[in-house]
């Protein structure tokens, strides 16, 4: 299947920081890609919708300033956490559509943020 | 508004056996169904996908079934492994373009 790449998988960052996580789409392109954060056993939480060369849009409750996207190309998001604090502790994931093949989602590895 | 579930929300089996996951979704009028695999702190795999127009996908020991009128999905696994120990998630889009709804998971102990 296709290769959805996240970088980070893990990091660590002092409370009132700023965290950059990537997600990249290896072998395919996507002009779709969407931001999860899951709880500790708990399931996947859709955050926004990040678009290639438009603004993304934030699920009801997700402060947009607070969780900054960007859809910089056709194989590459990033969410920044700003101004981290110890609530933003969780694992974040990313995933994108591959076209090519029914729409099938493929995810990224996932990234754990602590904010100490 | 979307909602899934999935039952149970834990299982435990001894490995051989084969075993019945369940997913149940509100709005029937879904655009795919799509069934993952997540090991503790990692991202998520997929294992299958069933198109609204598709009753069943099939991968090696993996079985998945979709009756979109009665808002059900099944993953069936044939000869339970140890291996196979891990949270299984299913998730429906109900257009091309949407995010996925996810269900709450189950989470499976194959002993040994």
Do not use: I
């Given at each position: 299947g296709a290769v959805v790449s996240q970088h980070p998988s893990r990091v660590i960052c002092k409370s009132g920081t700023s965290v950059k996580i990537e997600c990249r789409s290896l072998d395919f392109q996507a002009t779709t890609m969407f931001w999860y954060r899951q709880f500790p056993k708990k399931s996947l939480m859709l955050m926004a919708t990040s678009n290639e060369g438009s603004k993304a849009t934030y699920e009801q409750g997700v402060e947009k300033d607070k969780f900054l996207i960007n859809h910089a190309s056709l194989t590459l998001s990033t969410l920044t956490v700003t101004?981290?604090?110890?609530?933003?502790?969780s694992f974040y994931i990313c995933s994108a559509p591959d076209y090519r093949v029914n729409t099938e989602a493929f995810f990224g590895q996932g990234t754990r943020l602590t904010v100490v | 508004k979307q909602e899934v579930t999935q039952i149970p929300a834990a299982l435990s089996v001894p490995e051989g056996e084969n075993l019945v996951l369940n997913c149940s979704f509100t709005d029937s009028a879904i655009y795919n169904l799509q069934w993952f695999r997540q090991d503790p702190g990692k991202g998520l795999t997929s294992l299958l996908l069933i198109q609204s127009s598709q009753r069943e996908q099939t991968s090696g020991r993996l079985n998945a079934s979709l009756d979109k009128s009665s808002g059900r999905s099944t993953l069936y696994i044939a000869a339970s492994q140890p291996g196979d120990s891990a949270t299984y998630l299913c998730a429906v889009k109900n257009n091309a373009g949407n995010m996925l709804t996810f269900g709450g998971g189950t989470r499976l102990m194959v002993k040994p």
């Open positions: 101004s981290a604090h110890p609530e933003d502790s | -």
